[in-house]
């Protein structure tokens, strides 16, 4: 992505410069000066979070799967906890997201280093550890209507949910939405790190809401008769 944003930077200028709706799009999106390839790379790493939920919403699915084919009666048939083997699947699904997140930042710093396009170290480390809590929140919302929902179905409302948030941050802007309607979505609360930092706040905002998700889910799966 860095390569991509040094490799188009004299190219785009152009066309960017002709194209007033483009141009006001990328400057919302990365949320400053189009002049500066930090703006642009900004503008690229909303995708980054959008990939991320992605995949969280296939490890929900997953899980989602497991309890409904009841394949985790087997599990279950061994002298743990339920509680233990939830928090154990979602123990894994948080230490690969967090594995991506330093991956990707260590990825993006080698890129930019060797292309020479300077980034703040500590809002390139927030734009890439930030998107974390976005993807805990969406799986810890599929793993709370699994206990409900067929797994096709949970899938389902995870991805549209998704579509929707991303909808609400990215369009909703050009269509002058209100900030209280813009604030619906999980993007959000994510912001525009590279440039800005993270929003802490709005990021401790975020894992609250995926514990108490994952609270319930917990309390749902410890009660419920698997495999019905």
Known sequence: ???????????MAPIFASS?????LIT?????????NATILSAFFVLLPLLLMAFAVTQANRWSADEEDGRLELVLSTPQPRLRVLLGRFAALTT??????VLT??????????TGLKLDGGNLAAATLGMIPLGLLLAAIGYLLSGWLRTAVDTGLLSFLLVIWFFISFIGPELNWSDAALRLS???????????GLPLLDMLGVLAVSIVALVLASVRFVRKDIGR
Do not use: N
Request: proline share 4%.
């Open 28 to 36: 919302k999106v990365g949320g400053g000066d189009l002049t500066t």
């Open 96 to 101: 690969a997201t967090v594995i991506i997140g």
């Open 186 to 196: 999980a993007f959000y609360y994510y912001g525009t790190p590279l440039l800005h």
């Open 105 to 114: 930042l260590a990825v993006t710093a080698l890129a930019s280093a060797a």
């Open 1 to 11: 992505m860095v390569v991509v944003v040094k490799q188009i930077e004299t190219k």
């Open 20 to 24: 007033p709706i483009l141009k006001d």
